[in-house]
């Protein structure tokens, strides 16, 4: 998949698992009962649970028991491995979503996935429903996997499987929510609620030694134009890497937007309406520098000419991107300290900051 241009419409929806039989499903799972020997504990993990098991977790499509602590979870969503990952619980399954990096496990992560190597599944045809229940997994997690209730039937069929909050769209559901859902799934609620605080504190310390930040409009742009028009951020929709630090997401964005919850779609005639005292442009590589100031009036907006304009590189691109508690302690180290050049206007025009 070309990670510079179209990847991130997966988040709005693109991945959706396409339709299979139950049919199908019924015969991968032929063998593979509730009734197969217990599997030996993860080797790979470097944590234990702290709760006590039977647990529930609630969610969008009713709720889901887990009768003992998971060994062997698989991962459909685009991002939960990290959450796992950092909680001590090594996935034996991992989702692919773009930038084919190894077990698709991102650098920031690499160091705490070890040894192990995860099988990696593909959602380009759809969810691979056969080869989920090949590997026997006892917890399927998709709080960031665009399940439909059809979905979510058909792995359930195969293992518990945990998804996303009520009222949560399909993709970028509060990373707290995700985080809390995978947590008390494999039974470290306590150290999930750490996580999350520590990444918030982390954002109010790093918005505390930034007072310049406060109250200055951002806008943050995907990848490069695709289809004619860049993809832009709505306030809420990916956007807390920058409001944590105390910006105000460009106003009216939303109007662009297909559907709530989706990016904006700004055609070459309105780029004006992105223009913001700092703009965030997930470009990815030196050309995709290029094609973004080639698009419409860019190279002309004043934040471009001002030096009010960051643009990223492939692995911050991503760690935004994934918006994982993980992901964010590398955006914070990584895009803080552009941000204080853009604000003061000396940012370039290249993804090395």
Request: overall charge negative.
């Amino acid at each position: 998949m070309n990670a510079s241009s179209s990847h991130l419409r997966a988040s709005a929806g693109r991945f959706v698992a396409l339709a299979a039989t139950l049919a199908l499903v019924g015969a991968a799972l032929a063998g593979c009962s509730t009734a197969d020997a217990a599997v030996a504990d993860n080797p790979n993990y470097t944590t234990e649970a702290t709760d006590s098991f039977p647990v529930t977790i609630e969610h969008k499509f009713g709720e889901t028991t887990i009768p003992s602590e998971p060994q062997r979870v698989a991962v459909v969503g685009l991002t939960e491995q990290d959450i796992l990952l950092e909680l001590g619980v090594t996935p034996i399954a991992t989702t692919e979503w773009y930038g084919e990096q190894p077990y698709a496990v991102w650098p920031w992560a690499t160091e705490l996935l070890g040894d192990a190597e995860p099988t990696v599944l593909s959602t380009l045809d759809g969810l691979e429903y056969e080869k989920i229940a090949s590997l026997k997994p006892d917890l399927i997690v998709g709080t960031n996997a665009g399940l439909t209730e059809e979905s979510y039937e058909k792995l359930s069929a195969i293992a518990p499987t945990v998804t996303s909050v009520e009222g949560s769209e399909q993709y970028f559901s509060s990373w707290q929510d995700q985080t809390r859902q995978v947590a008390a799934a494999v039974g470290r609620s306590a150290a999930g609620d750490e996580l999350i605080a520590g990444v918030e504190t982390a954002y109010a310390d790093a918005a505390a030694a930034h007072p310049e930040f406060a109250g200055l409009t951002a806008t943050f742009s995907q990848g490069v134009p695709y289809e004619g028009n860049l993809w832009v951020y709505p306030d809420g929709v990916n956007t807390d890497f920058l409001t944590d630090l105390g910006f105000t997401i460009t106003p009216g964005l939303e109007e662009y937007a297909a559907e709530a919850g989706q990016q904006a779609q700004i055609s070459a005639e309105n780029i004006d309406l992105i223009d913001a005292d700092v703009i965030v442009f997930a470009t990815e590589s030196p050309e995709g520098v290029d094609d973004v100031l080639g698009f419409g009036t860019v190279a002309n907006l004043d934040a471009v000419t001002g030096g009010h304009a960051v643009f990223t590189d492939g692995e911050l691109a991503g760690a935004i991107y994934f918006l994982t508690p993980l992901s964010q302690k590398y955006v914070l180290d990584q895009l803080v300290p552009r941000l204080v050049d853009a604000v003061a206007g000396t940012a370039p025009q290249n993804t090395e900051g």
